[in-house]
């Protein structure tokens, strides 16, 4: 896909889907939904789903329905609705697997120092999108983007996803936005996990999405390129990130509302 695409300042990007793929379903669905949305809107738009899930809180948590399997379903919603993809990887050995189906590999924030994962996914030619670490300053993720620029890609998103604040919470510092942005690559706000609340006792991580509105206008007024949420038809029987996912027929709202301040700016 045209990188290019997500440096047109006449509107912020959506990244969004549901956490993991659960079933074809509702993959289906949730893709149709946010694409129709999308182009209403005139929002750049891509689909965003798990193949697997490593990092969990608990081992009996859900971690996906079979590597091939899914990515094989994300394929076929790809091919459908020739949408773009978006999916984790965890191991530099998934990053050519992955690349069968994604337009855009991502690594997660617990990994985003892996020198040998951003560099795999850097040769695979795909976009690279690069979580800071809950545990990373801003201005150190300019690491993390070289490793993939040295690796001769220059396709590169850095998404914040919140700072680690005590044991069982995360909290976002605006001020990060501006500095990530010097480095010369489109910044993303991952609104639904920046309000996650990890670690929890229960094992299952919780979260607040009645924040939601209010992370993704702040991130807007602050001037982030593209906005990363994950959302479901019905977050309370999702298989992961349920506690803190966007109810699919809230995303429109939102998007309007964004769209309002986006064009304010």
Do not use: W
């Amino acid at each position: 896909m045209d990188f290019n695409i997500f440096k047109d300042r006449s509107s912020f990007f959506l990244i969004a889907g549901p956490c993991v793929v659960e079933n074809e379903e509702v993959v289906y669905e949730t893709a149709f939904k946010l694409q129709n949305i999308c182009n209403n809107l005139n929002i750049p738009f891509v689909f965003k789903s798990s193949y697997r899930k490593a990092n969990r809180s608990s081992v009996d948590s859900f971690s996906g329905i079979g590597d091939r399997k899914a990515l094989d379903i994300l394929g076929k919603v790809k091919k459908e609705l020739n949408v773009a993809i978006c999916t984790d990887i965890h191991l530099p050995e998934e990053a050519d697997f992955a690349a069968e189906v994604a337009d855009i590999l991502q690594i997660p924030a617990f990994l985003s120092r892996q020198t040998d994962l951003l560099i795999a996914a850097a040769k695979t030619g795909k976009i690279v999108n690069i979580k800071k670490g809950q545990f990373l300053s801003p201005g150190s993720m300019k690491f993390a983007a070289q490793k993939v620029k040295e690796s001769g890609n220059e396709q590169i998103f850095i998404t914040e996803r919140g700072t680690t604040f005590g044991y069982q919470d995360l909290i976002i510092d605006f001020r990060g936005i501006p500095i990530m942005k010097e480095f010369g690559y489109p910044v993303v706000l991952d609104i639904t996990h920046s309000l996650q609340q990890p670690n929890q006792t229960s094992g299952v991580t919780g979260g607040l999405p009645e924040l939601i509105e209010t992370i993704a206008k702040a991130g807007i007024a602050t001037g982030v390129d593209g906005i990363f949420l994950e959302t479901h038809p019905n977050p309370a029987i999702a298989k992961s990130d349920g506690a803190n996912m966007l109810k699919l027929d809230k995303v429109e709202d939102l998007l309007i509302k964004l769209k309002r301040i986006y064009s304010a700016l």
